[in-house]
């Protein structure tokens, strides 16, 4: 029995005509570009292929959406994405600079200016407070002390934290933190959000105030982001959709509706 159901996109999201999010994907303003991306692990008959060929375009002001069973390689691509691992093959562009020519100072250089990263694992710092784990990245790129704090406040502003800055984070709710991740991967203008399951361990408020969160990062930052989810509810927030299975992608929608449960 068929009980597959759909979900519609929120009201107020911009809708484009069919078609146009593969263009605006394979746009010369593409913020990340992933090329023929092959990842194995391990060697000879232990060998383990996590990504397969895939190849990917994420244009500014765009959320797309990776989908797909555990083990597809979803987690994979967005730390190749990321530049914290080097892909067996292929090539992954971030503004138009390959990961794979830099030098390792560069390149983490890069990651530091450009790419934020959200995580279910938040990894914030238990001494620090909220604004001071929000300015640390600026501090280790050099930033003078007062300016690093002054752009912490300001973004946490924006994801509505102001009353919590001095607090630490065990003083603050799941919610709450992962709200501070989300200000700690936008500041200082960071072109490229990485987020892999960021809701998983919040309830359903709390999810939908962080994936508002991202979706908001990319209509007025213009930032692109890729949203790593097994949420099909999650993914309706994106632009687009791109389904992985055993490292390969094998599928791509708009998210207008989005398949809910169901079988065949």
């Known amino acids: 029995m068929n009980t597959t159901r759909t979900t519609t996109i929120r009201p107020g999201l911009a ?7 593969h263009e605006r994907g394979d746009a010369m303003t593409a913020v990340l570009d992933i090329h023929e991306l092959h990842r194995t692990f391990g060697s000879g008959h232990t060998a383990v292929t996590a990504l397969d ?9 765009e959320l797309v959406a990776i989908m797909g069973p555990s083990g597809c390689g979803k987690s994979t ?22 990961l794979a020519e830099q030098r390792a100072d560069a390149r983490a250089e ?3 200016r450009t790419i934020g990263y959200v995580f279910q694992e938040l990894n914030l710092l238990p001494g620090l ?3 001071e784990n929000v300015s640390l990245p600026l501090e280790l790129d050099r930033m003078r002390l007062r300016e690093a704090r002054r752009a912490a406040h300001a973004v946490l502003e924006e994801v509505g934290l102001t009353e919590h800055a001095d607090r630490f984070p065990e003083d603050l709710s799941g919610g709450e933190q992962q709200r501070v991740a989300i200000a700690r991967a936008l500041v200082g203008d960071r072109r490229l959000l990485l987020a892999d399951e960021p809701t998983g361990a919040l309830d359903s408020v709390a999810g939908e105030g962080v994936l508002r969160l ?18 099909a ?3 309706a927030w994106a632009d687009r959709i791109v389904f992985l ?16 449960g169901g079988g065949r």
Do not use: F, I, M, Y
Request: hydrophobic share 40%; glycine share 12%.
């Open 53 to 61: 060929e895939v190849t990917l375009s994420v244009a500014r002001g």
């Open 233 to 235: 509810a999650q993914a």
């Open 129 to 131: 407070t909220a604004a």
């Open 245 to 260: 299975r055993d490292g390969r992608v094998v599928d791509h929608a708009g998210a207008a509706t989005v398949s809910l």
């Open 15 to 21: 809708t484009r005509a069919p078609g146009t999010e």
């Open 214 to 231: 991202l979706r908001r990062a990319c209509d007025e930052r213009g930032a692109a982001c890729v949203l790593v989810t097994h949420d």
């Open 77 to 98: 691509l967005l730390t190749l994405a990321g530049g914290l691992d080097e892909p067996t093959r292929g090539r992954v562009l971030v503004e138009g600079h390959d």
């Open 110 to 112: 890069l990651r530091r």
